[in-house]
């Protein structure tokens, strides 16, 4: 057995060690498991990395314990990568053993909530195995916000998920080449003027053989297999062709908000990038607003950090976007500076201003904590007459969302009723 097919902390198969040998064994009659540990990048920033080497350690052993590889089976056994293992076994018992490892986890560790996610997919024959891990990977991933079941099966709904994922890869260069992505522009509201005081850029996907693609479909997909930055600078080069454009014709303009993935940073120079969009179409900086959501991890905070300094040094407004979607809010507050916060009302559905206390008050302490740290508040996700009404009672400084009007060209924004605050580039 070469020693680059065993995974050096557990002992165990390494991905490549996985793909050789189970390609000589038929997929008749197995199962393929994937499972994934929660939250595990927190458990290493609480305990520290060397009892996370421990815990998997740990859980490669009792793995290893409950699918035994010997000659009476053909189970196998892998870690592909940080917390993700990977076991082939006979599917008869894949269920039960499942529920075996997450009792034995539990019970190594009663005063740690520690779950195991698995994601069970039956191969068929003559199927590439590096497929079936996708499909079990896919099952597994599922669940991932669902913390009432442990383990989830592949089924075709997830296929044509897959299928997708896969499109939205092969097709992105042509999408932005072809202008199948476009961007449009939803109005940001000054609660005290009622007046249009500025817009968020928003992408769409209009493809000619899929329809409309949902950013709720192409964004993940693209940050999971790092393409974001592309998608965020055709982006910006969009707004900045349509700033240009009005400029050019004397037309006003309001400031424009813009978003970045956190993976921006790793990937590619993106101040750079959006420096060279500005400068090219004479935008002053004023006119142009950084979005970064909360969705921040803790490996980030060095360049992130540095990058949102940078933007802020060089004059860019940078907002924290999604603030409340999470858990780790505070944490993000605490260690990164932030000019607006936006708040985001999903909560809110539904939200009755006689009967909601506790959403009442977690809003208003929020806008309160955000004041104090010098922060303004921006509410997005605001539908009803309701929720406007509290929002301005309780001093948002702003708002947005399909109440006030969905994304829109640009042109058509600017012909609203509403109003808008003009602003002289």
Known sequence: MYCLDIDSLTGILTRGGFISRAGNISPAGMAVIWFNLDNFKMFNKRFGFDRG????????????????????????LARFSDDNFVVFTEWTMAEANIESVQEYLYSLHENVTLRLRAGIYFPSESEDIRLSC?????????????????????HDGMSREL?????????????L??????????????LSTGKICGAEALARWNDPEAGIISPAKFIPTLEKYREIHKLDIYAMKRVCSDYMTRIKEGL?????????????????????????????????????????TESINDEDMTVLNLGIER???????????????????????????????????????????????????IISSNLEMARLMGMQALAEGVETPEQLEYLRSIGFDK????????????????????GIEIVNA
């Open 134 to 154: 996708d499909r079990a990977k896919l099952a597994c991933d599922s669940i991932r916000k669902n913390h009432s079941i442990s383990s989830c099966m592949f």
């Open 252 to 292: 006003p303009v309001i400031p424009v908000s813009v978003n970045l993935s956190r993976l921006d940073f790793e990937l590619c120079d993106i101040i750079h990038e959006i420096e060279l969009a500005m400068t090219l179409s004479s935008l002053p900086r004023s006119m142009m607003n950084i979005e970064i």
């Open 163 to 175: 299928a997708l994922q896969q499109y939205i890869l092969d097709t992105l260069d042509a999408a």
């Open 177 to 190: 080449t072809h202008e199948y992505i476009t961007v449009l522009y939803q109005p940001i509201v000054r």
């Open 399 to 418: 708002a947005q969302g399909y109440y006030f009007g969905r994304p829109m060209k640009l042109d058509e924004l600017f012909a609203l009723e509403r």
């Open 53 to 76: 080497d421990e815990i998997l350690k740990e859980i490669a052993m009792i793995l290893g314990s409950i699918f035994p590889s010997d000659d009476s089976n053909h189970n196998l």
């Open 311 to 361: 933007f802020r040094a060089l004059g860019y407004e940078v907002w924290m976007d999604d603030f409340g979607s999470g858990y780790s809010s505070l944490n993000v507050l605490k260690d990164y500076s932030f000019d607006t916060i936006k708040f985001d009302m999903k909560f809110l559905h539904g939200f009755d201003v006689n009967k909601s206390e506790k959403a009442k008050y």
